[in-house]
């Protein structure tokens, strides 16, 4: 931020006031900067590819981005938030003088935007700087405004309010809003190098590829398709919340051929390694990210398989252990979480004895990709 420059040119104008991740917050001045840095990038490639005219700004500890024209698009916001990590929340608000009577009128008018008659309400202050009112004082006065106002039937309830209004006042600045999406939080994707994510139609797969990407690693999705009649919602979900899909792999010649082999699921997922491991290999990327799951959902696998797979592989990969914990992740008890191809009930990854290596090296000739 130009510490000399006040923004005033911003005043009376919407913008998207995006709250960075608290982890930010506590990294040296160094890193902190970086950081900052490569959010700003990939917030600028997510909008650019839309196509529009904006400036993005670093403001006391937030980042504002202005749009030209002013017209902020929903789905852009829900984009940032859902695809871009190390955002802890962001809102859409309007810029006016942090001074007492213009903070008033323009609550008021908020409100009238956007309470219903006979709903409670709280409003929420957060200030930084100096000013001749506190953050309770300011808070309570808007309050009483609107209690004043022509809206019938409005109630303070600071506990469980039906609608809010929030300030965040800043210096010479005030962000007015009604309402605070919730980002992804950690850390900016890109920051911990690049990986391949191995994601079939699996609720896991993608948890782990999310997770990682929370911290700091940014994801190429490689899709293995299996034949599941829910596979076309598991890819939606991830070209939301990811990047474009990088990649299609087609498994139905593999399943036609060995769907009923006893030990398919370790096949497959030595298969599906192998073919993560080859792209990691060509050096576009450094490793890989494949999900390890205990006993969710009907879902194993061996620490002996694991083992197995690990031995086989000259390449180290990413595997965040689960164990049913979906934490802060949008959407995804929505997902079919109990198989990820149309063969199998479960997916259990148990040790064949003895592994058949050639019948690995066969499965791989038939893989289709597309």
């Known amino acids: 931020m130009d510490q000399k420059k006040d923004y005033s040119e911003l005043i009376g104008s919407n ?10 917050g506590i990294k040296s001045r160094r890193t902190r900067r970086r950081m900052i840095s490569l959010l700003r990038s990939n917030i600028n490639e997510l909008l650019k590819r839309a196509e529009l005219t904006f400036s993005i700004i670093d403001f006391r500890g937030r980042l504002l981005i202005n749009f030209n024209p002013p017209v902020i698009p929903q789905n852009i916001i829900l984009q940032i938030a859902q695809q871009i ?9 309007f ?3 942090s001074d007492e009577e213009e903070i008033l009128a323009n609550g008021v008018k908020l409100a009238f935007e956007f309470f219903p008659p006979h709903s409670s309400f709280a409003v929420r202050v957060r200030r930084e700087g100096l000013h001749p009112f506190s953050s309770m004082e300011i808070a309570a006065k808007l309050g009483s405004k609107i209690l004043e106002s022509d809206i019938s039937g409005l109630k303070v309830n600071l506990t469980t309010p039906q609608v809010e209004i929030f300030l965040d006042v800043r210096g010479k600045l005030t962000f007015i809003y009604s309402e605070i999406i919730k980002g992804m939080d950690g850390i900016p994707s890109n ?10 139609p699996n609720v896991n797969s993608i948890l782990a590829a999310l997770l990682m990407k929370k911290r700091g690693v940014k994801i190429l999705p490689l899709f293995f398709r299996t034949g599941k009649k829910s596979e ?11 990047s474009p899909i990088h990649t299609f792999i087609e498994l ?3 399943f036609d051929l060995h769907k009923d082999e006893d030990n398919l699921c370790f096949y497959c997922q030595t298969v599906c390694e192998t073919i993560c491991q080859n792209y990691v290999s060509k050096g576009s990327v450094q490793t890989f990210i494949s999900p390890t799951c205990f006993n969710h959902n009907g879902e194993t696998i061996s620490f002996k ?6 031995t086989q592989s000259n390449i180290v990969g990413l595997r965040p252990i689960q164990f049913g914990y979906h934490g802060n992740v949008p959407s995804i008890e929505s997902l079919d979480d109990k198989t ?3 063969y199998r009930d479960k997916l259990e990854i148990a040790l064949p004895n003895p592994i058949n290596k050639k019948k690995i090296e066969i499965f791989l000739e038939k893989i289709e990709t597309q």
Do not use: D
């Open 15 to 24: 913008v998207l006031l995006i709250r960075m991740g608290g982890e930010l």
């Open 85 to 93: 990590s190390g955002i802890s929340s962001l809102s859409q608000a």
């Open 95 to 97: 810029v006016i003088r």
């Open 191 to 200: 920051s911990q190098g690049t990986a391949i994510a191995l994601i079939r």
């Open 232 to 242: 076309n919602i598991f890819i939606k979900y991830v070209e939301k919340h990811f």
């Open 252 to 254: 139905k010649s593999f």
């Open 305 to 310: 398989a694991l083992s197995a797979m690990e």
């Open 340 to 342: 990820c191809c149309a």
